[in-house]
């Protein structure tokens, strides 16, 4: 089996912002391969404690190989069911939260996750595996106006309507069952514009509709800060603009009630050098906000 990374985005900046007390507790709401948490780890103090959730089991698996540390606590769940979560372990608040969104880089490069245009794998895309529903159920099973919905939607796909289309028709034919058969078929929809895949935004839209990505985030975001103590701070990073539009309007409305701040007006994006380093920064957005009462 190989062995998968994932290289934390930001990690300095959103430690700097967020660890505001050294044997404070925390919540990693997207621990994936636990990189940004390995990273907090060796900035707080004994006391420390780390909540970290996430729906996909083989990435917390993973975490917990790359991490063995008492101060950190492991859930197989969705960061929105963090708050009564908590609560079974005697905490009401938390000093700082972290949702890191999207998709690790092991999800996305292991072709058995079915993410990947490229590698081709079994047409899945779920976060949890425990899941019913399959990006193949979607694409197999869904009426031509959900299809239209999801990629105008979610995909932000300008053929959404054509793709619909081929996909109806090539699925009366043979049910779709791996990446490259749906990658394949957009090929030929869609025609190649500058370095992305044809089939780019078409797999967005299904990831997101598979994994309720857009409800979830409407929802952390809503609904998370709550558990911040006064000088608590919540850090989101966003890969794409569908996410940071709701961040930042969420956050805009919180700043607004008095309750919170914003941390930072504009969000912050990565330095140059990381994204050289690491070319999955290069859409990172990341915005901060803070309890103050
Ligand atoms: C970008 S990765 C996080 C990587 C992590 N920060 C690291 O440094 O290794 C995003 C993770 O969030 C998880 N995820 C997505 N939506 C989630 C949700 N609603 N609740 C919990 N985890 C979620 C995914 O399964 C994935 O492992």
């Not at 949890?128 to 995909?155: C, F, H, K, M």
Request: hydrophobic fraction near 40%; glycine fraction near 6%; proline fraction near 5%.
């Amino acid at each position: 089996m190989p062995t998968w990374t994932h290289i934390p985005i930001m990690a300095g900046e959103i430690a700097e912002m967020i660890l505001t007390n050294p044997n404070g507790t925390y919540m990693d709401g997207t621990l994936g391969l636990g990189g940004h948490t390995r990273y907090f780890l060796t900035k707080l103090d004994s006391k420390a404690a780390v909540f970290g959730f996430d729906k996909d089991e083989q990435a917390l698996q993973m975490a917990r190989q790359n991490i063995s540390d008492v101060r950190l606590k492991t859930f197989h769940a969705s960061y929105i069911q963090a708050p009564e979560l908590l609560k079974t372990q005697g905490v009401e608040h938390v000093d700082g939260i972290l949702l890191d969104l999207g998709l690790s880089s092991y999800q996305l490069d292991n072709p058995e996750r079915g993410f990947s245009i490229l590698n081709n794998g079994p047409l899945d895309m779920r976060f949890d595996l425990q899941n019913s529903l399959t990006a193949a159920v979607i694409v197999n099973t869904w009426p031509l106006e959900e299809l239209i919905r999801i990629l105008t939607d979610y995909g932000e796909e300008r053929r959404a309507e054509p793709i619909a289309l081929a996909m109806m028709r090539a699925r009366k034919d043979k049910p779709f069952t791996t990446t490259q058969e749906l990658a394949k078929l957009i090929e030929t929809v869609v025609p190649r514009r500058g370095k992305n895949h044809p089939a780019t935004q078409t797999f967005q839209a299904l990831r997101i509709a598979c994994n309720g990505e857009l409800e979830a985030v409407e929802q952390g975001v809503r609904v998370l800060p709550e558990l911040l103590k006064p000088g608590g701070r919540m850090a989101v990073l966003t890969f794409h603009s569908l996410e940071d539009r709701i961040v930042k309007n969420t956050f805009k409305k919180l700043a607004q009630s008095g309750t919170w701040r914003l941390v930072n007006k504009h969000a912050l994006v990565p330095t140059y050098d990381e994204v050289r380093q690491n070319r999955r920064a290069r859409s990172a957005k990341l915005r901060v906000i803070e309890r103050v009462s």
